[in-house]
């Protein structure tokens, strides 16, 4: 069955004193879906390219727009950030009468995930984390790449346009001839509406500020079944930030991928989809 085919179903879920969107498709064992925290990101323009294989591999999946994004809440109550993303994640399996579900989750949402396992131990299944925000920690590459990253993306916000925005996906994957402009276009779009720009400039202060944003510190008290995913050639968090989580996690296992970057979901999208449907229907 092709995405055309698919039944969508959105709906905007009363969680944690917010209104979090959620995209609904398939049936079988849930997977909820985070995506990062780029310009103009939702969970639907990171995981559209993964929807077939993962439905016909029998999973229901909940594509959340993690708060501040895409369609969800852009004025959030105080306090730690991936605090109320993951409130905002048990709130929405608590509607929807889910009592256990598999977290997959990219940069910041693979942040979202860990603080959910943390907080939320009994609601959480298997863990698929792509470069996780948070969790993981530069050990031997220069803090150059992350000062470049966060210089790319306020370049972006002091003159948003579709060269600014390709700038940030250069740094996001390693071939960025291969990221058609559709894509561009549609992520500067959402980027560029004014709730949005408002919400993501409180964000980056919010995050810099944020001591609970350290999840790397509570990395071994998740003791779910977890899968670690990585580009070798990540410029946002490099293969190395790996290392901590990979060694104090109790129950995981890391992958990593040649000439790929940050969003190993599209550029590896088959050797992906593959992936996580093993990990995840493995006894």
Not at 10 to 25: C, F, P, Q, R, W
Not at 95 to 121: E, F, Q, R, W
Not at 153 to 171: C, K, M, T, W
Request: with cysteine; aromatic share 8%.
């Amino acid at each position: 069955m092709s995405t055309a085919e698919l039944e969508f179903k959105d709906e905007l879920v009363e969680a944690a004193g917010m209104k979090i969107h959620v995209t609904d498709v398939g049936s079988g064992d849930p997977i909820v879906m985070l995506h990062g925290g780029g310009p103009g990101a939702s969970s639907m323009s990171n995981f559209k390219g993964n929807v077939d294989n993962l439905v016909a591999a029998g999973f229901r999946l909940l594509l959340v727009d993690q708060p501040g994004f895409g369609g969800s809440s852009k004025d959030l109550p105080d306090g730690s950030y991936f605090e109320l993303a993951a409130k905002a994640v048990k709130g929405v399996l608590d509607a929807k009468g889910i009592t256990k579900s598999h977290l997959l989750g990219n940069s910041l949402g693979g942040g979202t995930a860990v603080k959910v396992a943390i907080d939320y131990p009994e609601v959480a299944d298997r863990l698929v984390l792509m470069g996780p925000g948070g969790a993981a920690v530069n050990i031997l590459t220069s803090g150059d790449i992350v000062e470049s990253v966060a210089k790319t993306v306020a370049e972006f916000y002091a003159s948003p346009g579709l060269e600014s925005i390709r700038r940030f996906v250069d740094l996001m994957v390693y071939d960025s001839s291969n990221i058609p402009d559709s894509v561009l276009e549609e992520r500067l779009a959402a980027a560029t509406e004014p709730e949005a720009m408002a919400f993501m400039k409180q964000l980056f202060v919010k995050l810099a500020t944020d001591p609970g944003k350290d999840l790397w510190k509570d990395v071994d008290k998740i003791h779910h079944r977890s899968l670690l995913v990585w580009g070798r050639d990540d410029r946002v968090l490099p293969l190395d930030s790996a290392l901590l989580a990979f060694h104090r996690m109790p129950d995981v296992r890391l992958v990593a991928f040649s000439k790929c970057g940050h969003w190993v979901q599209a550029e590896k999208q088959e050797e992906f989809d593959r992936l996580v449907i093993d990990f995840l229907t493995a006894p």
